[in-house]
């Protein structure tokens, strides 16, 4: 069973930044492509970026796109994603997953497509 070992979130002003991590304890970065959603209260699961493992083309949607950044580090094994300028929307809990299906690559960008995840990590936005 893969892991994905999250770290980062927590308390944020209007405009600020922040960094998740997500790290894998069985593979390396070359072998999946790792997606980042977030959840909401009140709302359903949302896919806000992934970078693909075979040449590392990111994905952004559109609610997020200018602001956050998916980034790897090979020596590291770790995904970020930077967010920065957030928003009180950005508000909800963020998980990292595997791709399962077509693995190497992001789309279709469905959770249902997402094999592991990651434990969750709260990001709130609030002055």
């Known amino acids: 069973q893969v892991q994905l070992v999250q770290s980062g979130g927590g308390l944020v002003q209007p405009g600020g930044s922040l960094r998740l991590s997500c790290a894998p304890s069985s593979f390396i970065l070359d072998d999946y492509s790792i997606g980042w959603f977030r959840r909401a209260p009140g709302k359903e699961r949302e896919g806000v970026s992934c970078?693909?493992?075979?040449?590392?083309?990111?994905y952004y949607a559109d609610s997020v796109k200018g602001r956050f950044t998916i980034s790897r580090d090979y020596a590291k094994n770790t995904v970020y994603l930077q967010l920065t300028d957030v928003k009180p929307e950005d508000t909800a809990v963020y998980y990292c997953?595997?791709?399962?299906?077509?693995?190497?690559?992001?789309?279709?960008?469905?959770?249902?497509?997402?094999?592991?995840w990651g434990q969750g990590t709260q990001v709130t936005v609030s002055s």
């Open positions: 970078i693909a493992a075979s040449d590392g083309t990111t």
């Open positions: 997953a595997t791709k399962a299906y077509r693995p190497t690559m992001c789309g279709p960008m469905k959770g249902s497509f997402f094999g592991s």
